[in-house]
Structure formats: structure tokens, C-alpha cells
């Protein structure tokens, strides 16, 4: 049996930063039984493991870890910030019955009646579509709008992004000549759009279409509503550590799959796992460089990985930091893991490189919530 060590085991806390962390880590990592690993080929990734209990207290977080600039997880039955966020319990619900088939099934988790009363506030919306079939169910998606009741903030917001004009006899070449250009979309529209293709992605089921995966990527939480942002209350754990300053925040709420590129944050990442499982793959900064700066000088380009850009989401950039951090060939030196399961969170010192995964069946809602912090 591998062994099983945190980065605060008494013995472990002492070694230097430039030793690789990989070392001190499981050789194991399994996901909550019954969770597909879809998208995650790749296997004996060394995983870092919750501390126990007693190191998760403000001083034990300020100095053996924030202050050396090491990662922890913390686990939610183990003392976990993220298991006190009203949000756990007040964004989300069980279906009693959700419809399976052999190979899929519906979505187990959807938003709660709280966070859908909210339905007004503008986000910014990310949608991956490579694949033909993929785009199929964006546009049958546009079509259901005018059969349904007219909303006009939806079908305004989704025209601008598609380009998308009148439709004329059902023939609407402008947007399927869009989408057929390009595989990734970000556009602003109403937080109800959210729910409304969650439920749509039933019908693409039943009609053994592709279901549209539908990402809110980086909103601030300060742009909801202040109910919702009571729900996310700044950790206690981070008042105390630094100068105590919160330099930004962000909800991550998306249908599975959702995907982040290896990128790395100017500021130390306090990161909460609020419902479904997240995969995050990390580097040491020295070591994300490398694989950075190589995949970089491979495409003849000079991004410094800290931004969100379009290119990084699909194309040929998309692939190769895909392909370097999740892909089936032998994993660059220094890679590890961690799986964050709802309650969970995790600290991401400043200058780490990470990529993050959805892990769950299609269609299931999967929220995270983040604290950049200094």
C-alpha cells in the first residue's frame, strides 16, 4: 500500500520548496464511487491528501502553509472553510428519481428554488462546441426559443453572439455559419438562461443528442444578488492570514464538463468546492513554466498563462495544454492531483500552475467558488 502524507506531516513541512512535491503525495486517486472519470484517461497521478483536523486553524493555515507557500486540502468533515458556506445547503437539491438509461442519466443535482428565484442578473456565459453534433444542439437549442414563451433578454443576448437574425421560413444560415467557424462562445445574458438549458438538455437526451455544456466562468460574486452573496461569505481563515485583503472573487458554476487550462494566479487562490467533484492537476511554478514556456514556444507564441484568453480555450492551443496535462502520454515531471468533493476546499499558493476538471455524469451542475487574497 502507497502511503498516504499531507504536505503538514511533521516531517514533510520542513522540505524545500524545490524538492518535488510528488514525492510525499498518494499514488492513488478515486473519485466518490459512482462518479464517472470521464475525460480523465489518465491514471497514478500522485494525489495530495486532506490534513487532519487540527492543522486547519488559522495559525496552522498562516504558517505552515500560506506563509511557505504550499497547497493543502482541506476536507469537509475535517474542518473544511467550504462546509460553513450557506451556499452548500442553499443552492442545491436532490432529484428524487433521476432518469437513467444504461449509459447516461439525467442530472442529480439541480439549482434549488432559492437560487432560481434570482433570475434578472446578467453573466457571462462559456459554451465549447467542437464537434457538428455539438452545434446541433446549440441550434435546436435557438429554435425551442420560438416555440417557448418569448423571452427577449435571452434570445437578444444568443443572437448577438451567434449573429443570428430573423429567422425566415426556418432557414437560419447566418447562425449556423458562425457556429460552424468557431468552437468556443462567451457571451452576457440573464442568470435564468442557466436553468432554462439545464432543463433542455433533456429533451437533446432523449433525442441521443449531445447536451450543450454551459459554463458561468470567473463572475465575480459581488455581481449577484445580495442574497446570493450572503450565501458566500468571505472564510473566516482568510481574514487573518496576509494583510488580510481580498483581491478578487469568483463563482464557477457550469454543466458537466467543464474545463479550465493549465494557468497560474498572481495572488494566493483559496478555492471551495461547492457542489459536484472538481479534478485539479497542479505544478510547481518552476515546473509549469517549463511546460508553459515548451508548449508555447511549440505554437510560436509569448502568453504568460495568466488570462483566460479565447485562444487558450479552443484551437490548437486548447489541445496541446490539454494533451500536456490530462492526456494518455507519461505526465511532465511534478504533476499532481487533488479531487475536491462538495465541502471540500483547497489553498493554491500564488505562481502555481493548475488545470481544472468537472468530474460527474453530462448535464449535472457543478459550482465552485474561489477568494484571490493577499
Known sequence: ???VLSTFSPWSRHISKTVPLCRYFSQTVSP???IPRKGIPRKGIPRLVAVA????TTEAFRTRSFELEKPVVFAKDQGSPAANLPALENWFMDEEEPYHTANTRTPRQPLSRHFRRFRNPMVTYEIYAPSQKQKDSLIMFRDSLD???HD??????WDNCFNQEAVVDGVVDETVNNIANRDFYRFTAPLRLFNKIYHFNKVLLSMGLPRISLYIAQCSIEDLPKDL???????KILKFVGKGDIYGTSIWLGLVPTYTPLHRDPNPNFFCQLSGDKVLRLMLPKAGQALFGEMQA??????NGRLRTEDMMQGEEREKLHDAVWGDNEAPAGLF????????SMFIPAGYWHSVKSVGWDGEVNCSANWWFR
Open 152 to 157: 427577449d433578454a435571452i434570445v437578444r443576448s
Open 229 to 235: 452573496q450572503d450565501d458566500l461569505p468571505t472564510p
Open 337 to 344: 492531483e487533488v479531487v475536491l468533493e462538495p465541502g471540500d
Open 1 to 3: 500500500m502507497s502511503k
Open 147 to 149: 416555440r417557448d414563451v
Open 32 to 34: 466518490r464511487k459512482g
Open 298 to 303: 511549440k505554437m510560436e507564441k509569448t502568453d
Open 53 to 56: 483536523e487540527e492543522y486547519t
